[in-house]
C-alpha cells in the first residue's frame, strides 16, 4: 500500500481548534486554508483531545507532559502512545496502547519505531517531524488492512513539554469508517472477466448447466449484464441471452472432472464483435472460468496474416524451441523453390549452408547463405524477431536476398583491385605487393625485381584496326605474360599498353634478363589480331632491390628509365638500370625546361637543304629544317629537341613560326623552286593548320604551288578521316603534300589509295644499304616503280656516295637529297646555292 499523507494545524484561535492540510506529497490534496477539525478528522473524542491540549497550552509553551499523558484520556487509552525523541535516536515508545499495537503489528517488547512496518514508520515520523517544526498538532493518514478491510488510518500527533530531557509526543491512531473488501477491489479492478460456477449434476454424473456463484464487474460486462442480475443464475440463462445456445462442451467436459483446456468463445453483443479466450481451473469443485479479451489480438493478427502472407518479401515462421516449420509466405516459397508442403517438412538447418561461427551481420539482421530446391546458394540478410504463434513464442524470420547484391559488391572489390579488360593487378595491387616483397627483404635479405614492358607498335593497331582489334591484343599479351611467370611472380597492367612484373627471390640478375627476353620473343610472335596482320614487339626495362634502389618509389623509377632507354635505343630490346641513365633523365628534363622557356624569335632558326633533279641536276627547291641555338648549349641536335617538342606541345607553336618564316624567306626565290616544309602530328591536333597555311602564304605572297608539306605516317594512323579531310582541303588551295619516311610502315600502301600525294620520300635507312644489300634496293625498286605507276614524284633521302647517286639515277629516282650534294645550310647562304646552280646547267654531269 502506498501511504497518504498530510497534516493538520491547530490554530489558537479561541475555543475553537481550527485545522489546516497542507500540501506534503503527490497524494495529498491541496486544502490550503482554514478548516475546523471536523473536516480533517471523522472522530469527536479526537476533538476533544485537541481542545484539551489548546486549553493546557500556556504562553507560547508547549502543554506538560504530564497534563495531557498522564491524565485520565479513558476509553481512548488503547488507542494512544507516548512517544520520546532524544537526539538522533530513533523515537522511543513510552507507553502504547493494546489497539495500538493491534493496528500496527507492534511485538510487546517492541519499542524503537523502526520497529513499525515501514508504511507507519513513515507517516508517524512524518506527523512527528511536523508537529515539532510548528509546535503544534499535526494529522497524517495512510492505507492498512485493518480485520481483513483496506481502512484509512488517522495518526494525530500532539507536541508536549517535558522536564526530562528529549521531545515528547502523544500520539493518537484509529482506522476511519469508510472500509472495503479488499479481494473485491483487486477481483473489480481487473479487466479480465472472473466467473465462479457451481456444476449441476442432471444424473448418472452429467453435468448439464452451472451456477453462477460469483461474477466480477468485467464478466457481468461481457454478458451484458449486472453483478446482480447474474449472481445465483444459470450460466445457459446468461450465454442464451447473448446468443449462445449451448454450453461450450469444453466448460461441460471440466465440470465432470475430464481434461481442462482453454478455448475462443465469439459471439456478438449489439453492435459489436466479441471474441473472448476462455480459461479454465477447478478447486473443491468449483470452476474459476477467465474470460480476457481478445478482439484487439484477434485484428492483430488479421493483419499480421494479411502482411504476412502477401508480404513480397520472403517470411517464415519457425518454433523457437524445436526450430520446426510453423509457416511461410508465397513469396519465399518462390525464393526457395518449394512446395508449401516440402518447405514445411524441413528444418531451418536443411536450408543454412554455413554454420553460425561464419555469420556476419548487417545491420541488426544476419549475413547468411541459404541453399533452394534446385542446390543454388543464395546470399541473405536475415531479420528475426519473436512472436507469439497458439501462445508459444515463435521466430518470425524476415529474409532479404542480397545475392546480387553481394556479387556486385565482389565485382567492385576485384575493380578496385584488378585492371577491368585484362584481369591483371592493378597499380594499386602492384605497389602493395612491392611493399610486400620490401617486408620480406628485410626478414629473410633475397632482393627482387622489376620488369616493367611496354608494347612497340601498339598505338598503329589500335588506331589503325581499332580499340576492339587493341583491346584483343592486350588481352593475348595478358594471357602469354601469365605462361611465362612463376606462380610467385605478379604480373600487373599499369594502364594503357604498360605491364609489370614483379619478381620476387631473385637469385641472380641473368633470372630476369632471361625473362625478359623471352616475354620479348613471345610478343613478337604475335602476327595476328582479330583476323588482321600486325606487326608488334615490346621494349623492357628492369632493375633490383637493393642492387639498383633502396626503395619502391626510387625502384620504379629506376626501371623506368631503363625502359625510357629500351625504346630510345632501340625498339624490341631489354635494358638493365644503369646509374648513368638518371643523370641523362635529368639532363633530358632540364632541356624540356629550357626549351619550354625558349623565345622563339631570338633562338630558333630555319636551315635548308637542296632537293636535285636527278637526271638533269637541276635545283628543284629547299627542305626547310628547324634549328635551336640555346644560348647555354650552342647548337642543340634537332634529334634531341623535336622529340621533347613534340611531348610538350611545343611543336605546334615552333612549327606556326617556321612555316611562316619559310614562305616569306621562300618568296624571295625564283618562282620555279619548291619549299617542303615539314608538319607534325601535333599540328594536325593542336592547330588550325589550313588556316596557318594559309596565313603564311597570304603574309608571304608566296604561290600555293611552291609550298609542298611533308607529313609521316603518324599523321594518317591519328584521326586518319578527320586529317585526310585536312590533306584534302589543303590541295584544293594547290598546296603539294608529301609522304615522308615512305616504306617504313606497314601500312604505307593503304594511303596512297586514299589520298593522291605529289611526292613519295624514300627513307633514308634504305638509300644507305642500297649498295650492299639487295633487299633495300629492291623496295627502292619497287617505291621507284610504284610512284612512277601512280604518277607521283619520288625523293630519295639521305645520299652520301657517288654509288649511292648512280644507283638512283639508274633506278630513275626523280629527286635527290643529301650531303652529297649539300647539308643544311643558314638562311643567308641559300642564295649562293640558288646561284651556283642557275648558273650551271648541272651539277651532276
Request: with cysteine.
Amino acid at each position: 500500500m502506498i501511504a497518504a499523507l498530510g497534516n493538520l494545524s491547530l490554530q489558537k484561535v479561541g475555543a475553537q481548534a481550527m485545522v489546516g492540510l497542507e500540501q506534503t506529497g503527490p497524494d495529498t490534496v491541496d486544502a490550503a486554508g482554514g478548516h475546523s477539525v471536523a473536516a480533517q478528522t471523522e472522530f469527536d473524542d479526537v476533538r476533544l483531545i485537541l481542545r484539551r491540549w489548546q486549553s493546557a497550552c500556556g504562553t507560547g509553551a508547549l502543554p506538560p507532559y504530564e497534563e495531557i499523558a498522564l491524565g485520565s484520556v479513558g476509553r481512548l487509552s488503547d488507542e494512544i502512545a507516548v512517544v520520546r525523541r532524544l537526539g538522533d535516536e530513533p523515537p522511543f515508545l513510552l507507553r502504547c496502547g493494546q489497539r495500538f499495537r493491534a493496528i500496527v503489528g507492534f511485538a510487546e517488547s517492541a519499542r524503537s519505531l523502526d520497529e513499525l512496518p515501514y508504511v507507519f514508520n513513515l507517516a508517524i515520523g512524518f506527523a512527528i517531524d511536523k508537529a515539532s517544526l510548528a509546535s503544534e498538532p499535526r494529522l497524517t493518514v495512510c492505507h492498512w488492512v485493518v480485520d481483513g478491510k483496506v481502512s484509512i488510518i488517522e495518526i494525530v500527533a500532539l507536541p508536549l513539554s517535558c522536564r526530562w530531557p528529549g521531545e515528547y509526543f502523544l500520539l493518537f491512531l484509529r482506522p476511519r469508517a469508510s472500509q472495503f473488501e479488499l479481494g473485491s477491489l483487486l477481483i473489480n479492478s481487473t479487466q479480465e472477466g472472473i466467473i465462479g460456477l457451481s456444476p449441476i449434476d442432471c444424473g448418472h454424473g452429467a453435468i448439464s448447466d452451472f451456477c453462477i456463484l460469483s461474477v466480477n464487474e468485467a464478466a457481468a460486462g461481457f454478458l451484458g449484464s449486472t453483478i446482480d442480475s447474474l449472481q445465483f443464475t444459470l450460466l445457459s440463462d446468461a450465454l442464451t441471452r447473448v446468443g449462445i445456445s449451448e454450453i461450450p462442451q469444453e466448460l461441460l467436459r471440466a465440470g465432470s472432472g475430464g481434461r481442462i483446456s482453454s478455448f475462443e468463445l465469439a459471439y456478438r453483443l449489439g453492435q459489436q464483435r466479441v471474441t473472448l479466450q476462455v480459461g479454465v481451473d477447478i478447486a473443491g469443485g468449483v470452476l474459476a472460468v477467465t474470460l480476457t479479451d481478445i478482439r484487439d489480438l484477434k485484428t492483430r493478427e488479421t493483419l499480421f496474416r494479411s502482411l504476412f502472407d502477401d508480404n513480397p518479401v520472403p517470411m517464415f515462421v519457425r518454433s523457437q524451441s524445436t526450430g520446426i516449420f510453423l509457416n511461410v509466405n508465397e513469396a519465399a516459397l518462390r525464393l526457395y523453390g518449394y512446395s508449401r508442403g516440402d518447405f514445411l517438412d524441413r528444418s531451418l538447418a536443411e536450408i543454412r549452408v554455413e554454420s553460425t561461427s561464419n555469420r556476419e551481420r548487417d545491420g541488426r539482421g544476419l549475413v547468411l547463405r541459404h541453399r533452394t530446391a534446385d542446390g543454388r546458394e543464395l546470399d541473405v540478410i536475415e531479420y528475426t524477431s519473436e512472436t507469439l504463434v497458439d501462445h508459444q513464442v515463435a521466430i518470425l524470420s524476415t529474409i532479404v536476398d542480397i545475392t546480387e547484391r553481394k556479387r556486385a559488391e565482389a565485382h567492385i572489390t576485384f575493380l578496385a583491385h584488378h585492371d577491368p579488360l585484362t584481369g591483371l593487378a592493378n597499380r594499386t595491387v602492384f605497389t602493395r605487393e612491392l611493399e610486400r616483397a620490401v617486408v620480406s627483404l628485410k626478414q629473410d635479405g633475397r632482393r627482387f625485381g622489376v620488369v616493367l614492358i611496354d608494347l612497340d607498335n601498339f598505338k598503329t593497331v589500335n588506331d589503325t584496326l581499332g580499340h576492339a582489334a587493341g583491346d584483343a591484343l592486350l588481352i593475348e599479351v595478358t594471357a602469354r605474360l601469365k605462361e611465362l611467370v612463376r606462380k610467385t611472380d605478379v604480373v600487373a597492367r599499369l594502364g594503357g599498353d604498360e605491364f609489370a612484373i614483379l619478381v620476387p627471390a631473385v637469385e641472380c640478375r641473368s633470372d630476369i634478363e632471361e625473362l625478359g627476353q623471352r616475354v620479348i620473343r613471345d610478343l613478337t610472335a604475335i602476327r595476328k589480331v582479330d583476323g588482321a596482320e600486325i606487326v608488334i614487339g615490346a621494349s623492357i626495362g628492369a632493375a633490383l632491390v637493393p642492387d639498383d634502389a633502396a626503395d619502391i618509389d626510387s625502384l620504379l623509377k629506376c626501371a623506368d628509365l631503363a625502359l625510357y632507354r629500351a625504346k630510345q635505343s632501340d625498339k624490341g630490346t631489354f635494358r638493365w638500370f644503369e646509374a648513368g641513365m638518371d643523370m641523362r633523365q635529368r639532363e633530358r628534363r632540364a632541356l624540356e625546361i629550357e626549351l619550354r622557356g625558349a623565345e622563339i624569335d631570338r633562338e630558333f632558326e630555319l636551315h635548308y637543304q637542296p632537293i636535285i633533279r636527278t637526271q638533269t641536276g637541276k635545283l628543284r627547291g629547299f627542305e626547310a629544317l628547324l634549328r635551336w641555338h640555346n644560348p647555354r648549349r650552342g647548337m642543340v641536335s634537332p634529334a634531341d629537341f623535336i622529340p621533347i617538342a613534340e611531348e610538350t606541345g611545343k611543336l605546334d607553336e615552333l612549327g606556326r613560326w617556321a612555316l611562316a618564316v619559310a614562305c616569306r624567306e621562300a618568296a624571295t626565290w625564283p618562282r620555279e623552286l619548291v619549299l617542303s616544309v615539314n608538319v607534325s602530328p601535333v599540328q594536325f591536333r593542336k592547330g588550325d593548320l589550313v588556316g596557318t597555311v594559309g596565313l603564311a602564304l597570304a603574309g608571304s605572297g608566296l604561290e600555293p604551288h611552291q609550298l609542298e608539306i611533308e607529313i609521316t605516317e603518324s599523321v594518317l594512323l591519328s584521326a586518319s578521316s578527320t586529317n585526310l579531310a585536312i590533306l584534302k582541303q589543303l590541295r584544293s588551295m594547290g598546296v603539294r603534300i608529301a609522304l615522308d619516311d615512305f616504306g617504313t610502315g606497314y601500312s604505307s600502301l593503304s594511303y596512297l589509295r586514299q589520298f593522291p600525294f605529289n611526292r613519295l620520300k624514300i627513307d633514308r635507312s634504305f638509300v644507305r644499304e642500297i649498295g650492299r644489300c639487295p633487299e633495300s634496293l629492291a623496295i627502292v625498286r619497287a617505291v621507284i616503280g610504284l610512284g612512277a605507276s601512280l604518277g607521283i614524284d619520288t625523293t630519295a633521302e639521305g645520299v652520301e656516295t657517288v654509288g649511292q647517286l648512280e644507283t638512283l639515277r639508274a633506278e630513275k629516282c626523280g629527286e635527290l637529297q643529301g650531303f652529297l650534294f649539300s647539308p643544311p645550310v643558314a638562311s643567308e647562304s641559300v642564295a649562293a646555292i640558288i646561284g651556283a646552280y642557275f648558273e650551271e646547267t648541272s651539277r651532276l654531269a
